[in-house]
């Protein structure tokens, strides 16, 4: 389970303060695919980043019996000038998993063949995706978090995505970051739009939808 | 316990993790860099030796070189552990995605990295001196020992300030390195307490790095010089830069913005 409880973030801006997120409260249980609605800059990101305790809350906290995913999406995570080997045996030692494991699930799963010899840096966004969500189910988590533009791969990933996740690991938690209605009926259970600073929690996905296409 | 062994399993596995990494970043995978670390300090100790040797500067009962060399080498490891402090969070910030890996750790890793290198330099450029006849082997290496023990805990300690430090003022990143100049003269570096005067003495006897140094040339030199030292300086000042770190990194890791 994991628990929100009055998280606040602000960021410094100027002589003021930009706060992004003013008292969020929710919960995600453990099999649960919630989908975080927004417009941009409403939050989302922030939100999936103090869940993943890669940013500290300002007040509040974050409660979390699960193990959580990094927030899985463009930025961070990787070494850019690493090699795809390289970051996927740097975080195998630091998750404390077989290293030849990994990589063989990585070389299957990512279809990058040679590539992964060459740095991160030198690869397409689709190609990050792929290593970044292949690095992540070989690591065996109770709870991703997915910032929704890394979903950007081809029909072929889609596909294996939607197997690996829901098929093979379907009472695995979920939280995805998105302001795309497809994307969010093809993935996800619940919803929660973020406005304002403020969240609120719908069961029924099209009337979380409805919610937010009048923001 | 279980949970603290847990833990500490992580944690060992995450900086050696990081430890690779950096090497690997730094240095790229044929080690020429690493060589580099060692040739640094020596040519330099060379040249400066040269010098004086042609000024004759000299007037003590050393060799120069030897002299610069047994200063260089800590200075070195100081100043190239000092710069590599700054700003290290930043720099490290995507790695801050991975929860166990924490703030301290980029300062534990960059600091041993150039700790370690020290003292490969110092034993590679020891090797080839004694091996020339410059350098004596040292008299007592106990106290060589526990002097760079205590000149790298005073190290380590002031890159645990200067790095959160340095991600809270901008000012303070670009004072860094002429401040890593202007402290020479009170690093014990280039001179020795017994050549200086006793008021000038009183003073410098409250300088951690002089402290360490005095003992790491008496353990070379033995009997040759005079040294003065208080171990209890460098191990004090230490003791209470450290949980100062600690507090500033914690502080700053709630306010850190991870890209």
Same mark, same amino acid.
């Given at each position: 389970?994991?628990?929100?409880?009055?998280?606040?973030?602000?960021?410094?801006?100027?002589?003021?303060?930009?706060?992004?997120?003013?008292?969020?409260?929710?919960?995600?249980?453990?099999?649960?695919?919630?989908?975080?609605?927004?417009?941009?800059?409403?939050?989302?990101?922030?939100?999936?980043?103090?869940?993943?305790?890669?940013?500290?809350?300002?007040?509040?906290?974050?409660?979390?019996?699960?193990?959580?995913?990094?927030?899985?999406?463009?930025?961070?995570?990787f070494q850019g000038s690493l090699t795809?080997?390289d970051n996927?045996?740097f975080?195998?030692?630091?998750?404390?998993?077989?290293?030849?494991?990994?990589?063989?699930?990585?070389?299957?799963?990512?279809?990058?063949?040679?590539?992964?010899?060459?740095p991160v840096?030198?690869?397409?966004?689709?190609?990050?995706?792929?290593?970044?969500?292949?690095?992540?189910?070989?690591?065996?988590?109770?709870?991703?978090?997915?910032?929704?533009?890394?979903?950007?791969?081809?029909?072929?990933?889609?596909?294996?995505?939607?197997?690996?996740?829901?098929?093979?690991?379907?009472?695995?938690?979920?939280?995805?970051?998105?302001?795309?209605?497809?994307?969010?009926?093809?993935?996800?259970?619940?919803?929660?739009?973020?406005?304002?600073?403020?969240?609120?929690?719908?069961?029924?996905?099209?009337?979380?939808?409805?919610?937010?296409?009048?923001? | 316990?279980?949970?603290?062994?847990?833990?500490?399993?992580?944690?060992?596995?995450?900086?050696?993790?990081?430890?690779?990494r950096?090497?690997i970043t730094?240095?790229?995978?044929?080690?020429?860099?690493?060589?580099?670390?060692?040739?640094?300090?020596?040519?330099?100790?060379?040249?400066?030796?040269?010098?004086?040797?042609?000024?004759?500067?000299?007037?003590?009962?050393?060799?120069?070189?030897?002299?610069?060399?047994?200063?260089?080498?800590?200075?070195?490891?100081?100043?190239?552990?000092?710069?590599?402090?700054?700003?290290?969070?930043?720099?490290?910030?995507?790695?801050?995605?991975?929860?166990?890996?924490?703030?301290?750790?980029?300062?534990?890793?960059?600091?041993?990295?150039?700790?370690?290198?020290?003292?490969?330099?110092?034993?590679?450029?020891?090797?080839?001196?004694?091996?020339?006849?410059?350098?004596?082997?040292?008299?007592?290496?106990?106290?060589?020992?526990?002097?760079?023990?205590?000149?790298?805990?005073?190290?380590?300690?002031?890159?645990?300030?200067?790095?959160? !430090?340095? =991600? /809270?003022?901008?000012?303070?990143?670009?004072?860094?390195? %002429? @401040?890593? &100049?202007?402290?020479?003269? +009170?690093?014990?570096?280039?001179?020795?307490?017994?050549?200086?005067?006793?008021?000038?003495?009183?003073?410098?006897?409250?300088?951690?790095?002089?402290? !360490?140094? =005095? /003992?790491?040339?008496?353990?070379?030199?033995?009997?040759? %010089? @005079?040294? &003065?030292?208080?171990?209890? +300086?460098?191990?004090?000042?230490?003791?209470?830069?450290?949980?100062?770190?600690?507090?500033?990194?914690?502080?700053?890791?709630?306010?850190?913005?991870?890209?």
């Open positions: 389970m994991i628990r929100c409880e009055n998280l606040c973030k602000s960021y410094p801006m100027g002589h003021g303060r930009k706060r992004v997120l003013e008292g969020v409260n929710f919960e995600v249980m453990p099999g649960e695919h919630i989908g975080v609605l927004g417009r941009n800059g409403a939050g989302k990101t922030t939100l999936i980043k103090l869940i993943g305790a890669v940013e500290m809350p300002t007040s509040g906290r974050v409660i979390c019996d699960m193990r959580v995913s990094w927030p899985l999406g463009f930025a961070g995570g795809g080997y996927a045996r975080i195998a030692r630091i998750y404390d998993r077989n290293y030849a494991d990994i990589r063989e699930f990585v070389e299957d799963f990512t279809e990058l063949g040679r590539q992964l010899k060459m840096k030198t690869y397409s966004s689709g190609m990050r995706a792929r290593l970044a969500f292949a690095l992540s189910l070989a690591i065996e988590f109770e709870c991703y978090l997915i910032d929704e533009v890394i979903l950007v791969g081809d029909q072929n990933f889609h596909r294996k995505c939607h197997y690996e996740l829901f098929e093979k690991r379907g009472d695995r938690a979920l939280i995805l970051a998105s302001h795309n209605a497809e994307v969010i009926r093809e993935f996800c259970n619940r919803t929660i739009v973020l406005n304002g600073g403020k969240t609120t929690a719908y069961d029924d996905i099209d009337e979380g939808l409805a919610v937010y296409n009048t923001l | 316990m279980a949970t603290l062994r847990a833990g500490w399993r992580i944690q060992t596995k995450v900086i050696s993790a990081l430890m690779t950096e090497l730094r240095f790229g995978r044929e080690n020429i860099g690493f060589l580099w670390m060692m040739v640094e300090p020596l040519l330099f100790a060379v040249l400066v030796g040269l010098m004086w040797t042609i000024l004759r500067i000299t007037e003590h009962n050393i060799n120069v070189i030897a002299f610069v060399v047994t200063g260089y080498i800590p200075l070195t490891m100081f100043r190239s552990a000092v710069g590599r402090s700054v700003k290290a969070f930043t720099t490290n910030s995507s790695l801050l995605y991975h929860r166990h890996i924490k703030i301290v750790d980029f300062i534990l890793v960059r600091f041993a990295i150039e700790m370690i290198g020290g003292m490969m330099a110092y034993i590679f450029i020891g090797a080839i001196l004694i091996g020339l006849g410059i350098l004596p082997v040292p008299a007592d290496i106990l106290y060589l020992i526990l002097g760079w023990l205590l000149y790298c805990l005073f190290t380590f300690s002031v890159c645990l300030v200067l790095a959160p !430090a340095s =991600e /809270m003022s901008e000012v303070l990143e670009k004072f860094v390195p %002429v @401040t890593t &100049y202007v402290m020479i003269p +009170v690093s014990g570096t280039f001179t020795m307490m017994s050549w200086l005067p006793q008021k000038v003495r009183e003073v410098l006897y409250w300088s951690p790095p002089v402290n !360490a140094m =005095e /003992m790491m040339r008496y353990g070379v030199f033995g009997n040759r %010089v @005079t040294p &003065y030292f208080d171990a209890t +300086v460098p191990l004090v000042v230490s003791m209470v830069l450290l949980p100062i770190g600690l507090t500033m990194c914690r502080r700053v890791r709630r306010t850190l913005v991870v890209e």
